[in-house]
């Protein structure tokens, strides 16, 4: 029960912070005595936030469509002969920096929200695919033929059997790339996606250590609580099964 | 009924099935045997179209079954697989009610179906229903592979080695359960296996399948009393006299049995019965619960366990025989589902069914 309770309280209470954040002035100020400007004045710490919530909500759903959908497709008989090329290419998008991403997308695309959408989901999509790949794989070849053979169609025996066998490592699959997105959204305010990055990216530029500090807690808040939000809903989801093994 | 006529499957150079011709009758069971890699499994998957004929046709009641959609052809024929094949993430009452949930066959309806057809293979609908497959045993797993082929009632059930994976004393209560549920349902069966006492017990028809051609297709005793060529000799063994007993249920040969309870056993007298019968003692419930020996000091009781000893009026002689040298005993006990006497087998009917053949 414990871990029911205090998770959200003290998810609740960094919220409470966020909207007032002249409460974080005394502890700032500890950390960092010599600093004069203390809190970042030009735009509320929650709007920031709410801009990277929305940065990563919207790369994360993009990357989870793409991922399982390229997934499912090289896991089909037609799409097989793409699997190794699918699984090169997303490969190379993670070695890829975000920053470099964000470098060629800005000419394509324009300053703003869309470039750094484009970074985070081709650096995201990859847990997810190489996930769905996996747990598809995974499926003992003698459950599909029987869904097979006892009428399913290949859309039926999709959904109706291999999605959710699979749907486990999808799942962690999806909650990995969330967390790296939230971290990796940061960079987002180089180009003007605004996010909690712009306290980040003020603090380096003015030498002020106690913005970094704000904004790299502030992310690292919401990581914590994306984690635990699906922690949370892979027991509520996959808990049946868990609990009568036991 | 499912005939065949000149099916051929080709794998590349390989020819899997070749110029396959035979019917099965509305009703019977016809097994498909012989060495892996002869074909049996191919034949069997080209009936639900898992498999499509390279030539040939194959029909089902006069239609040919190429001309219906695939997925159409399968909901309308049971279909059980040695690896069960139960999915996971479903129940045991959603897995058997998943062919009628692809019919759109309401909620309500599928699943007081699914309740009687647990019934119907003798487990508990209020233990079982909401089970997942891992918390099954393979027997069960089994079973429940049985009640999702038949819960749409297809007149056709095709059973690829549907016993193979199971233990060999679990797998012969499976076949005296499909005898019984068989004999009920009366639905035609295609039926694969390796194990030939399972085809001599379990087939009204046998085909002995070689190399992707058919080498011999008669009823079990044809096969065991006259082998075709040397093939089916060496195939059917040396032990065919003992085999052939696979082919009768007990249930001809009962002869009726002395009986009496436990709390009598003591002052029990031989009332003039000659030395070889026995004497079966029942408990409480009137339940098997030993038989007498005679002692120096007159008559004991020696305690057995039924399910050891005893068969089922579906069991087959040779499961009689063996429990007959397997125990030292000289009859064995029929018993119904509550372990209850109905009668006795003994030794020399046995002997003379087997005489009465070679």
Redo the contacts between chains.
């Keep these: 029960m414990k871990r029911l309770i205090v998770p959200p309280l003290l998810f609740g209470l960094a919220f409470v912070v966020l909207l007032n954040a002249e409460l974080l002035e005394p502890l700032l100020r500890t950390l960092f005595p010599n600093v004069r400007e203390i809190l970042y004045a030009r735009i509320p710490l929650i709007d920031l936030f709410r801009e990277h919530v929305m940065l990563v909500l919207v790369s994360s759903v993009t990357a989870t469509v793409t991922g399982v959908s390229l997934g499912v497709i090289v896991t089909r008989p037609p799409g097989r002969d793409f699997l190794t090329v699918v699984q090169g290419l997303s490969s190379f998008a993670q070695t890829f920096p975000p920053v470099a991403v964000l470098a060629l997308a800005v000419p394509a695309v324009g300053f703003g929200f869309r470039p750094t959408i484009i970074a985070l989901v081709a650096y995201s999509v990859l847990p997810i695919l190489n996930n769905t790949i996996a747990g598809m794989e995974a499926i003992p070849r003698e459950l599909t033929e029987a869904s097979r053979g006892i009428g399913m169609t290949p859309l039926q025996v999709l959904f109706l059997s291999e999605l959710p066998l699979s749907a486990r490592v999808i799942a962690a699959g999806i909650r990995t790339s969330v967390i790296i997105n939230v971290g990796t959204a940061t960079i987002g305010a180089v180009v003007g996606a605004g996010g909690l990055g712009v306290v980040i990216v003020a603090g380096l530029v003015r030498d002020n250590i106690a913005f970094v500090f704000s904004g790299a807690a502030a992310a690292a808040v919401l990581a914590l609580a994306f984690d635990w939000l699906f922690g949370r809903l892979e027991t509520l989801f996959f808990a049946p099964r868990a609990r009568v093994s036991r | 009924m499912i005939e065949f006529s000149c099916v051929t499957k080709h794998y590349g150079d390989i020819t899997a099935v070749d110029s396959v011709s035979f019917s099965v009758e509305d009703g019977q069971v016809c097994v498909l045997i012989g060495p892996s890699g002869c074909g049996k499994t191919t034949t069997l998957k080209m009936v ?1 179209r ?1 498999l499509d004929a390279s030539s040939g046709e194959i029909s089902i009641n006069g239609r040919n079954v190429s001309e219906l959609a695939a ?6 024929i049971g ?1 059980v ?1 040695q ?7 479903m129940n045991v009452r959603d897995n058997i009610a ?2 009628q949930r ?1 019919k759109r066959v309401d909620r309500r309806q599928r699943y007081r179906r699914a309740d009687d057809l647990l019934e119907l293979i003798g487990l508990d609908p209020e233990q079982y229903r909401l089970k ?1 497959p ?2 099954l045993s393979g027997g069960e797993a089994q079973r429940i592979g049985v009640a ?2 038949l819960a749409a009632d297809p007149p056709i059930l095709l059973m690829d080695e549907p016993f193979g994976a199971v233990d060999p004393l679990n797998r012969e209560v499976l076949q005296t359960e499909f005898l019984r549920l068989q004999r009920a349902l009366k639905k035609t069966v295609l039926f694969v296996t390796h194990d030939l006492d399972e085809a001599i017990r379990l087939g009204d028809t046998i085909i002995l399948m070689k190399d992707g051609q058919i080498v011999q297709h008669d009823s079990p005793e044809r096969i065991l009393a006259a082998p075709r060529n040397q093939f089916v000799r060496d195939f059917v063994g040396a032990d065919r006299a003992l085999k052939r007993l696979s082919c009768f249920p007990v249930e001809g040969y009962i002869r009726e049995a002395q009986q009496i309870a436990d709390q009598d056993a003591a002052s029990f007298s031989n009332g003039g019965r000659g030395p070889d019968s026995v004497v079966w003692v029942y408990g409480a419930d009137r339940a098997l619960v030993g038989m007498l020996q005679r002692s120096p000091s007159g008559y004991k009781v020696i305690t057995l366990k039924p399910e050891e000893v005893g068969v089922v009026p579906l069991s087959s002689m040779k499961e009689a025989l063996s429990r007959l040298l397997g125990q030292g005993i000289r009859a064995v006990p029929v018993l119904d589902q509550r372990n209850c006497v109905v009668g006795e087998i003994r030794l020399p009917d046995i002997e003379e069914l087997n005489q009465a053949a070679l």
């Excluded at chain 2, 997925?71 to 309308?76: D, P, T, Y």
């Excluded at chain 2, 690896?83 to 993430?89: I, Y």
Aim: aromatic share 4%; proline share 4%; no cysteine.
């Design positions: 639900n898992m997925e159409q052809l399968r909901r309308g279909y697989i690896s069960v094949g139960l999915l996971p993430h998943i062919v692809l997942h891992h918390e999702r082929a």
